[in-house]
């Protein structure tokens, strides 16, 4: 089975089966982590520790932690590739599990590393961004709170000492066809899709699992402005639940993310209509002299998990 709920009923499998479920608890406890795929017929899991600043091998089938040589070493096998999945990024991770560099080159046959290099560098470059990690100001005072002026472009991180973050592609963690527009003509300044496109994306992520914090609620404000057949959709979600959002000019309370570890915030904007659909579809307008607006904000109170 690979439905982690029938694998807690049936306690049963291979080391596929263990993985998989172990990999989930772990997620589900607020710890990262990741699996790890060897093309010796083997799985197992990875998580990461804050107090060592380090990923640890850990294979629930056979019970061990932080022995990454047991395989090579232990069993005998003769590695080639070991790959860690995580929902953010895809690892070569060989090296840590061998002695043997220069024996495991001479398998590594399969493809060119230059080109492995680059194929692993792809798949990961939609994925890589900017995560907000609550501080330790904030975990004590189990709050965080950010705001976002698109005239100055900036982000102030209130709940950390008043922390600025200028320019707005610094603080996302996914990003498709997004520019700050800026209309000399008009006075205005907004986030849109790059000229010519017909869809564009942007997110934010905030995370508290791994620092012991889980979410209490949620209090946000995310500014949009569409016109003739311009659409623009937010979306919040985290590990437990996820909710639309309205896009206008008030400040809503989210209290079902109540227990979530993890938060992301993001827009998609489409529609429009000729040759400039793409700036039919605008977020955090504002006029070029409105220094004191902040179109977006977002206030996330803590509890300890």
């Known amino acids: 089975y690979n439905h982690a709920e029938k694998l807690l009923e049936t306690r049963r499998g291979r080391c596929g089966e263990w993985a998989n479920c172990f990999t989930l608890c772990c997620r589900a406890m607020g710890f990262e982590a990741r699996y790890v795929w060897c093309t010796t017929d083997h799985v197992w ?6 107090s060592q600043k380090r990923w640890l091998h850990c294979d629930p089938c056979e019970n061990v932690c932080d022995k990454p040589l047991l395989y090579e070493v232990g069993w005998g096998k003769k590695l080639s590739y070991v790959f860690a999945f995580s929902k953010d990024e895809v690892v070569d991770v060989t090296w840590r599990y061998s002695c043997k560099h220069k024996e495991v080159l001479t398998r590594r046959t399969k493809l060119n590393e230059r080109l492995l290099r680059e194929t692993i ?51 996302v963690w996914k990003m498709d066809s997004v520019i700050r527009k800026v209309e000399e003509d008009w006075k205005m300044v907004y986030l849109a899709r790059t000229e010519g496109s017909s869809c564009a994306k942007v997110s934010w992520k905030f995370e508290c699992g791994s620092v ?3 979410i209490d609620n949620v209090s946000i404000r995310s500014r949009s402005q569409t016109f003739q057949t311009g659409n623009v959709k937010w979306h919040l979600s985290s590990n437990l639940v996820s909710v639309d959002l309205n896009g206008d000019e008030s400040t809503h309370s989210y209290p079902d993310f109540n227990g979530s570890t993890e938060l992301i915030l993001e827009a ?9 659909a793409w700036q039919h579809t605008q977020l955090f307008r504002q006029s070029l002299t409105d220094h004191q607006d902040y179109p977006m904000e977002i206030i996330i109170t803590f509890k300890e998990i």
């Open 45 to 50: 899991t990875e998580v990461y520790s804050n």
């Open 121 to 171: 560098n792809k798949l990961n470059s939609e994925n890589t961004g900017f995560t907000f990690v609550a501080t330790e100001k904030e975990k004590s005072a189990k709050s965080f709170h950010l705001k976002y002026n698109v005239v100055e472009n900036y982000y102030i991180r209130i709940s950390n000492n008043n922390e600025i973050i200028n320019d707005w592609e610094k603080a």
């Open 268 to 276: 998609e904007l489409t529609g429009g209509e000729g040759d400039v």
């Open 212 to 214: 012991g914090l889980r």
